[in-house]
């Protein structure tokens, strides 16, 4: 399954499937880049990162890539699991302002 | 300790109430930031202290005054709130300034003002 445009409200898969959640940002200055999770009832938690001199970052079932030319970050989940089941929210940074400003978010439903 | 704790969790006030909203972190960071996040929206940043100094206001009004008593503690003071103020307010910290610190939130305390 996979979020396109600017932001999708809600992105439902298929437990087992793979999870694309797409994210326009705005500063092209930006020179930091998060991906956070964030479940009912509680804060946002870091999932991911990458810097703006990388394309492509990998951790453990997420991959974050990076597409300054247009200014697009999209997050890769495999066997996305119940669990993953949240909304998750891009958020961009630059050494200029200091200030984490975060995108619109993407509700990832979990079926099971 | 990786975490960032606020307190209270709820929180329902008056228009006329004066109230403050607390958080306490022990991993020895240097940055503390409060944000509001309404329902459905992403969080929105307010206040930004770095080595317990004010570094960033983003144009809060008067009504919300935050404090930084110590490297740990942060605290939202409000005075005269409104009903739209009505909100999750977020506490987050790291290492140091955004953007070369992991920033760490609370679970937030979920305020209503009547």
């Known amino acids: 399954g996979e979020s396109v445009g600017l932001h999708l409200p809600t992105l439902s898969v298929q437990e087992g499937d793979n999870s694309i959640i797409n994210c326009a940002y705005s500063?092209?200055?930006?020179?930091?880049f998060i991906w956070y999770k964030q479940e009912s009832g509680k804060g946002p938690q870091f999932i991911i990162d990458?810097?703006?001199?990388?394309d492509k970052r990998q951790g453990q079932r997420v991959t974050v890539l990076l597409n300054k030319t247009v200014k697009h970050l999209s997050l890769q989940i495999a066997a996305t699991q119940p669990g993953d089941s949240a909304v998750y929210f891009c958020?961009?940074?630059?050494?200029?302002?200091?200030?984490?400003?975060f995108g619109q978010g993407t509700t990832l439903q979990v079926k099971p | 300790d990786t975490e960032v704790t606020q307190t209270p969790k709820h929180l329902v006030m008056g228009m006329t109430n004066k109230k403050s909203l607390k958080c306490e972190q022990h991993?020895?960071?240097?940055?503390m930031y409060w944000y509001k996040q309404k329902a459905k929206k992403p969080p929105e940043l307010m206040f930004v202290?770095?080595?317990?100094?004010?570094?960033i206001n983003e144009s809060v009004p008067s009504r919300f005054s935050p404090e930084c008593p110590n490297s740990s503690l942060l605290n939202l003071h409000l005075h005269a709130l409104q009903p739209e103020d009505s909100a999750l307010y977020l506490c987050?910290?790291?290492?140091?300034?955004?953007?070369?610190?992991?920033?760490?939130f609370g679970q937030g305390t979920r305020l209503t003002v009547v």
């Open positions: 958020a961009e940074t630059s050494s200029n302002t200091g200030k984490l400003i």
């Open positions: 500063n092209s200055a930006s020179d930091y």
């Open positions: 987050a910290s790291s290492q140091e300034r955004h953007p070369r610190a992991e920033a760490f």
């Open positions: 990458i810097r703006s001199n990388m």
């Open positions: 202290y770095s080595y317990e100094k004010l570094s």
């Open positions: 991993m020895g960071h240097r940055a």
